[in-house]
């Protein structure tokens, strides 16, 4: 039986990966994206699903994208993804940014998830939610303070619905993302001054030396939102090149080095 799952911030990136793997998957995918251009590109492409031009840290707007979900196909999946890349530290906040970062990147997954959940329990149905998270809940970056308590919360919600609703079969699961290819990461690669330099050190974050790409996290949506899953609940899960295994940046094995043909720099 088909069912529907919603995605938010599906226009590009991380989201728009995770739009295109569900409805590869089978899913009737209906997208929330606040970009009116990126919406249309992303409605183009949406088979069977549909994508509702809207605001992700609305109640409203995340409504209409469950009830656009609803028309389709019982719910059988949620995916918050659409936050807010702003950085800010407590010393010298910009009030607004706070508030804005908070009102989508945080209070949007969680009228999100109640949103799933409500329709869930309405169906008396089982379903699925996942939330993109990010390495940021779980180690502090300087300078993204009320991004990195966003995520931090994220986590929380994630464990909070297993807990709560494990009895009747709804699963929630978080993904953390290291640095992956991306606009969101583009954007933050050119506004340093040495952009080459600053694309190096973002793959020299995770032992891999890469950036991971988008559909490597589509991918593990995918698995969490499946039945291939049915086991897996309240986790927050790195897709992040092995960035959160690590607390010391180790020179390669030169055995190693010669194996592969690696580059050292
Ligand atoms: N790119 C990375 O390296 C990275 C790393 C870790 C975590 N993440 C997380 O992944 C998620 C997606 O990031 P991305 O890199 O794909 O971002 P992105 O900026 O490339 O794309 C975000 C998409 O969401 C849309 N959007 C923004 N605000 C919205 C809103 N209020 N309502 C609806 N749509 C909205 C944008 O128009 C865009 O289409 C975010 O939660 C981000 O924190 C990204």
Not at 51 to 75: F, K, M, N, W
Not at 131 to 153: E, L, M, P, Q, V
């Amino acid at each position: 039986m088909t069912r529907s799952v919603v995605v938010t911030g599906c226009g590009t990136g991380l989201g728009r990966a995770i739009f295109e793997r569900l409805i590869r998957d089978g899913w009737a995918v209906v997208g929330l994206e606040l970009d009116e251009t990126r919406a249309a590109d992303a409605r183009s492409v949406a088979g069977a699903g549909d994508v509702i031009t809207g605001d992700a840290g609305s109640r409203e707007d995340l409504r209409r994208a469950r009830d656009r979900a609803v028309e389709l196909a019982p719910l059988g999946g949620w995916v918050n993804n659409a936050a807010l890349p702003l950085p800010g530290n407590l010393h010298d906040p910009v009030q607004d940014e706070v508030e804005r970062l908070f009102r989508v990147s945080l209070m949007g997954y969680y009228w999100g998830c109640s949103e799933a959940i409500q329709q869930f329990v309405a169906q008396r149905s089982p379903g699925a939610i996942v939330n993109i998270s990010s390495i940021h809940a779980r180690a502090a970056f300087t300078g993204w303070a009320a991004y990195d308590t966003a995520k931090g919360g994220i986590n929380a919600l994630t464990r909070y619905i297993a807990v709560e609703y494990g009895p009747v079969g709804i699963r929630a699961n978080a993904i953390e993302p290291g640095a992956m290819r991306t606009e969101l990461l583009q954007r933050v690669i050119d506004s340093d001054p040495d952009p080459a330099r600053m694309e190096r050190d973002m793959a020299a974050i995770h032992p891999m030396n890469r950036v991971g790409e988008a559909s490597e996290v589509g991918s593990v949506a995918s698995f969490l939102l499946s039945e291939d899953a049915s086991f897996v609940t309240g986790q927050c899960l790195p897709v992040d090149g092995g960035a959160t295994a690590r607390c010391y940046v180790y020179p390669v094995d030169p055995t190693l080095i010669e194996a592969y043909g690696l580059e050292t720099r």
